[in-house]
């Protein structure tokens, strides 16, 4: 049975694909079809969709850098848009009361504020997935959302202590010794090789935290979050990232099946969740005020409030609560699971346009910007460059070095992670932080001097965006770019590129040409 849910998954999912739209959206639509058949969600299906959540929190836990969550942007900004938010909708909730619309008319004060902090989480799965599909997780406003979205996962861990009672194990402490066993972890990772004892280890590390954390009474997701921080440190951490990636995003397959399968709606439900989602709209407002008055630049406060702004199947558990006190009805699980899907649905259509509406309303937005800026969001100018690589991972670090050889200081690197640009400053790279996508960027940066950008990038959607931004900047220098397929070197040349290297067939060319220099002069000819 499980693989005829699985196998409509597919085909809606592609279906979606062809069409241009987030494969996410036929995920949701194959719940929801296979509910209206008459199907029923499996204990195998709810496993799946289990594991797909703790790899994707595991996962996101190895990218993750502890010192992200201490700035002031992240932790009080995430605060300060809770507490307004509750405030505001609850009043809301009360207008709607008032008019007497039949959902809401058996609500008091006290559940239309719980109803409203149900609502006031974004959703982990889709914001990551989003952000892994668009190659922007460790962008600036990537890493903002991600920062935000754990902080809401402790605020709702506290929550369900206070609302169950449930208070922690005293053996809970020892938890802390998890920090003291880094040679452990160490020892392992550096055993375990690259093949399938690495992807081993990545499922256990990640399904060990969970357990772990469920035996003392704490939440098994924030153990897998936790356990995936500390491993984050070592430098295999990258490596386990991807090789869990498709694991992952499989799995997470299930859990959206498992959205849809959670409600059946009618008329009125479904338009009492449409009713929510007309709150949306304020969530975008108020992360994107909080964040302009917190002093981030239009551009970061605009993207990262725009990924935040939907409902989190964190809200299906709180409502379940409620519904297993008696406070709400049976009917408020299918509402909260409507609402949950179609903000999916919204933020998958709405961001994938995120970066040529920013470029729209630049001017408009700019103007809620604080004039004083954070350190982050100084520009950088690449003094001298005539070359710059985009994207500095193996192939950009491998193309750096080979025209550094070359050219010398004539050749700069640009990458979005600044854990990485740190670490290759060290190193001796000419290298700046810069996310080649932010219109703003390429506005302040001088670009009369550079004759050849080269994007090293996964993601051919950010190339053909990036090469549009140059387009915009009046860049008149040439552009190459790699691709990783036969079928992407078109739509790259279309969208402006000079060159497309195929990443397979160039590498096996180089490696051919670099072996011949081994043979004497002789055998050459």
């Known amino acids: ?47 799946i969709a289990n594991l ?17 969550l201490y700035k002031k942007e992240v932790w009080l900004g995430s605060l300060l848009h809770t507490g307004i938010w509750v405030t505001v909708v609850n009043l ?59 902080m809401q996962d402790i605020i709702a ?37 690259h093949g399938e004892l690495l992807i081993l280890s990545g499922f256990i590390f990640a399904f060990g935290g969970y357990e772990l954390f469920s035996l003392v009474g704490i939440k098994g997701d924030l153990g897998a979050l936790i356990v995936g921080m500390i491993i984050a440190t070592h430098v295999k951490s990258a490596e386990m990232s991807k090789a ?11 859990f959206f099946l498992t959205i849809g399968f959670s409600a059946l709606p009618t008329l009125d439900l479904t338009l009492t969740a449409l009713l929510l989602c007309l709150f949306i709209p304020i969530k975008f407002v108020l992360f994107f005020g909080l964040f302009t008055l917190l002093k981030l630049r239009a551009r970061t406060s605009y993207l990262a409030s725009l990924v935040l702004s939907n409902y989190s199947e964190f809200g299906l ?21 409507l609402a949950v899907s179609f903000s999916f649905v919204l933020t998958s259509l709405v961001y994938k346009t995120s970066h040529n509406q920013y470029t729209k309303f630049k001017d408009r937005l700019k103007s809620f910007e604080n004039p004083s800026r954070l350190p982050e969001d100084i520009y950088v100018q690449p003094i001298g460059a005539k070359i710059v690589v985009i994207g500095l991972g193996r192939v950009g670090k491998g193309a750096y070095t080979s025209l550094n050889s070359m050219v010398g200081k004539e050749v700069w690197g640009m990458d979005a992670d600044p ?40 993601s051919i ?65």
């Not at 402490?173 to 392992?188: A, E, G, N, T, Y």
């Not at 990485?420 to 790279?429: E, N, Q």
């Not at 959607?461 to 079928?487: F, M, P």
């Open 461 to 525: 959607e950010d190339i053909c965006n990036i090469t549009e931004q140059l387009q915009h900047a009046n860049y008149s220098g040439k552009i190459a770019s790699i691709a990783r397929y036969e079928d992407q070197i078109q739509p790259l040349l279309d969208a402006g590129s000079d060159k497309v290297f195929n990443f397979f067939t160039e590498a096996g060319t180089g490696f051919a040409e670099e072996s011949l220099q081994l043979l004497p002069e002789h055998l050459k000819s």
């Open 244 to 254: 869990l990636m498709n694991f992952k995003d499989i799995f997470l397959v299930g």
């Open 419 to 458: 854990v990485r640009i740190r670490s290759l400053r060290k190193a001796g790279y000419q290298a700046m932080v810069g996310d080649g996508e932010d219109a703003d960027l390429w506005e302040n940066m001088d670009l009369s001097q550079v004759e050849l950008i080269l994007m090293a990038l996964p």
């Open 317 to 337: 558990i709180v409502v379940a609560l409620l519904v297993s006190l008696g406070w709400l009805t049976a009917e408020w699980l299918v509402v909260l699971a």
């Open 92 to 150: 809301l909730l009360l207008i709607v009361t008032w008019i007497g619309l039949d959902a809401f008319t058996n609500l008091d004060w006290f559940t239309q504020a719980l109803l409203a902090f149900s609502l006031s989480f974004s959703s982990t799965v889709c914001i990551v997935k989003i952000l892994e599909e668009s190659g922007e997780m460790k962008t600036r406003h990537g890493k903002l959302a991600i920062g935000v979205l754990i």
């Open 52 to 68: 797909g959540i703790t790899l994707m929190l595991f996962s996101i836990g190895l990218k993750l850098n502890v010192r992200d």
């Open 1 to 47: 049975m499980e693989f005829a849910f699985i196998l409509l998954a597919f085909v809606c999912g592609l279906g979606l694909k062809l069409l241009g739209l987030p494969p996410l959206i036929g995920y949701l639509i194959a719940g929801f079809a296979l509910n209206y058949l008459g199907f029923e969600s499996t204990e195998a299906l709810q496993t």
């Open 157 to 193: 861990v506290l929550f369900l202590v206070i609302a169950t009672g449930k208070v922690p194990s005293i053996w809970a402490l020892l938890l802390l010794l998890l920090f003291f066993v880094r040679p452990v972890w160490k020892s392992i990772l550096e055993r375990v090789g």
